[in-house]
């Protein structure tokens, strides 16, 4: 997705976007002065953490692992299920972190945390390498032989060192501190194992009189940390880490996980306040075209691209603030694991779309219209290859460099699909832009399945053609240098009962409501919910939006061209004073949802997962718009697929998560989490070793991953044969 060297392919080369990072901002007093300056993290919330592994029921983490809390930052890979997200908070006397690793093959003791933490002032940088799970079984159980060791829900082992200046070394090991807190939870999925660990660790001498890191009140602090996976299987580490223009651990010849805590100059920032930090960022499912699937790629009609960019970006005060002049550059690859040469920029009217992301807020950056060229286009984009991968670069062209990302850039390579069985598709692998590895001249890729949301035991069925199958659910692949290989897959899902209705959403609906008293339509549509309930909404259609001596502009649930639907019911009393909108963020058009009757809104758009909220038993869905205007939608409408189901445990990303304010709008989830989902996902071999408590490991880089989320199964109908074969 970038630089595609031996690094990981999501480690940005931001060097040409240095400026959107508040590289403009000058290090304070007690600064850690050495770290990169372009990546910031605040610790500015006051949330007390329960450090017990559960992170997605846990308030300190914005009501779920998949909400805002101070801040998050997500390893994507272009699958519905990241590879690790790490989020932190403080309050007045510990920082706490929870990190979160999806996509495991085995349970592995040397499964490892690295933290690095420089106080600045004067005092001494702290390392810690937390080892959070016990091979075999996952989270640790209790070990009565041992109690301070192995103790249940508790990290396996801890260590930490302080950095000598004087001989430029680590010194002072220290194993398994007491007054650094861990606490961990797993998940067995069959076909993959996921593990969360929340750690604590003090920063006053309130929390701990001897043994503490004094980061200061305010200005930076230094901070790195990195994620290794590790896969039993075939002697594998997958490294995340934070900032991604880190060297990542390891060299041709074995090196120490010890030795490898890369130079400070490559750590980021975190910050407890005085400084604007958080961020804009994006995800798989924020990126779609207008088509069905989204996508999609429209031979014939217009084809729209569309981000939805997120911002928790906050002060030096700690208030949340708006994100402006925001770009996102839209590019395009074959369906499957493209290479870095191979994206193009989509040849869209307006293919750089422009806006400002309001404060703790989202919004929609969409291109103009792409109609192919019947000669030098629809071939290229003709079946097999009508669904593409898409990509977002997010930058900004705010001059005063008062914009900075948690992440920008993310990549959809997801569909959802409707099977009787199976499910079949080609996809192309291809090692376009990587660097062939030291003495090598072939790459060697290994694919991995991976199945999601549905009870453990429940068999999922592939046959993968175009590999070599290397054991249960992992394949290889050999490739030369810039060559690419076409795969053939046929995935069978488990009968497994997806509940599902589908409803009708017909123009002006949501035009006779509490908060559009006036306007002209009906009311909005309503759905029966219970509380903690995961609801998955898709949907498709259109609606028209007629004008004054105008053509009507058709809509789809994203909504439209907020400028092309101005000029289509112009002119009105110059619109001296803007009318009221049901929902005021979201374009006019788009389909929008709400747990009381639009005192408090969401977007629908498309597709969105979320949960029910505490106390809410209705769930109101309409077609936003401004007041009075309601009536002057027509067309088909929207048809929405509603799916929901309990908080079940299998859910990847659900878990326990049980929302535990009653306010909460409805905690957002990743897009399809309580749909059965399958995914492959590709690991490149860099030519790296690495050795992890005398045991070596290949290192490898994440090439990619893509699949399908299942949103309905459908019976295969009995054929009759009338010579009775």
């Known amino acids: 997705m970038n630089k595609r060297n031996s690094k990981d392919i999501h480690k940005v080369a931001t060097r040409a976007g240095l400026m959107l990072a508040l590289a403009t901002a000058l290090p304070l007093a007690g600064t850690a002065q050495a770290a990169n300056p372009n990546y910031k993290l605040c610790f500015s919330s006051s949330a007390t953490a329960t450090v017990d592994g559960n992170v997605v029921d846990d308030p300190a983490w914005g009501a779920g692992a998949w909400q805002f809390g101070s801040w998050k930052y997500e390893f994507g890979s272009g699958g519905a299920i990241p590879d690790g997200v790490v989020q932190g908070t403080r309050d007045t006397d510990r920082l706490y972190f929870a990190f979160s690793v999806n996509h495991d093959k085995t349970w592995d003791d040397n499964d490892v945390i690295v933290l690095t933490i420089d106080p600045g002032a004067g005092n001494p940088r702290r390392r810690f390498h937390v080892f959070p799970v016990c091979g075999g079984v996952g989270a640790c159980l209790d070990n009565p032989a041992t109690p301070a060791v192995n103790e249940a829900g508790k990290a396996r082992e801890v260590k930490t060192w302080t950095y000598n200046a004087a001989t430029s070394s680590w010194t002072n090991q220290i194993v ?96 407890r306040g005085g400084v604007t930090c958080n961020g804009v960022s994006i995800g798989w499912s924020d990126i779609k075209t207008n088509q069905t699937p989204t996508s999609y790629i429209s031979l014939n009609q217009a084809n729209y691209f569309t981000a939805t960019v997120h911002n928790s970006s906050v002060d030096s005060t700690g208030a949340a603030v708006a994100a402006n002049g925001v770009r996102a550059t839209f590019k395009i690859a074959n369906w499957g694991i493209p290479g870095s040469s191979e994206w193009s920029e989509v040849p869209a009217a307006s293919n750089k779309p422009t806006g400002n992301i309001p404060a703790n807020g989202s919004a929609d950056l969409t291109t103009g219209a792409w109609l192919l060229d019947p000669t030098t286009e629809r071939p290229k984009y003709s079946p097999p290859n009508d669904h593409q991968c898409i990509r977002v670069d997010l930058d900004s062209v705010n001059t005063t460099g008062n914009v900075s990302f948690l992440n920008h850039i993310a990549y959809r390579n997801m569909d959802f699909a409707e099977t009787m069985s199976p499910v079949r598709r080609e996809a192309r692998i291809s090692a376009a832009g990587f660097k062939l590895p030291r003495g090598k001249t072939q790459h060697e890729m290994v694919l991995k399945e991976y199945a999601y949301n549905t009870p453990k035991g429940q068999k999922w069925v592939s046959e993968i053609s175009g590999l070599t199958k290397a054991g249960d659910g992992r394949y290889t692949l050999k490739l030369a240098p810039n060559a690419a290989a076409r795969i053939q897959s046929a995935v069978t899902p488990p009968s497994v009962d997806i509940p599902i209705s589908v409803l009708k959403v017909a123009p002006g609906t949501g035009g006779v409501n509490q908060v559009l008293t006036k306007s002209s339509g009906s009311r909005p549509l309503t759905v029966a919910v219970q509380p903690g309930n995961v609801v998955t909404l898709i949907a498709s259609g259109q609606i028209e939006k007629s004008g004054v001596a105008r053509e009507p502009v058709r809509l789809g649930p994203l909504g439209g061209d907020e400028r092309m639907l101005r000029r289509a019911i112009e002119p009105r009393a110059a619109r001296v004073a803007e009318p009221k909108r049901l929902v005021k963020q979201a374009p006019v058009g788009m389909l929008v949802g709400s747990f009381d009757q639009f005192k408090t809104s969401f977007v629908v758009g498309d597709a969105t997962t979320l949960q029910v909220p505490k106390g809410a038993t209705t769930l109101y869905l309409a077609v936003n718009d401004v007041d009075g205007e309601f009536a002057t939608q027509k067309g088909e409408g929207y048809s929405v697929q509603v799916t929901q189901t309990a908080a079940l445990p299998q859910y990847a990303a659900v878990g326990r998560l049980v929302p535990s304010r009653a306010d909460e709008l409805g905690v957002r989830l990743p897009l399809g989490a309580n749909l059965p989902t399958w995914m492959m996902c590709g690991e490149l071999k860099n030519g790296k070793k690495l050795i992890i408590n005398g045991k070596t490991y290949d290192a490898v880089d994440n090439a990619g991953c893509f699949g399908y989320v299942i949103k309905k199964i459908k019976k295969e109908p009995r054929r009759w044969w009338p010579w009775g074969g």
């Open 176 to 271: 398994n501190p007491t007054w650094v807190q861990t606490g961990v939870t797993s998940q067995d999925a069959g076909t993959s194992k996921s593990w969360s660990v929340e750690v604590s660790i003090p920063i006053s001498t309130a929390a701990d009189p001897t043994n503490y890191v004094p980061i200061p009140a305010s200005g930076l602090f230094g901070l790195y940390f990195n994620m290794i996976r590790i896969d039993g299987t075939d002697g594998s580490a997958r490294q995340m880490d934070w900032p991604v223009e880190a060297t990542d651990i390891g060299s041709p010849v074995p090196l120490l996980l010890e030795a490898g805590t890369p130079a400070e100059a490559q750590w980021g920032n975190g910050t």
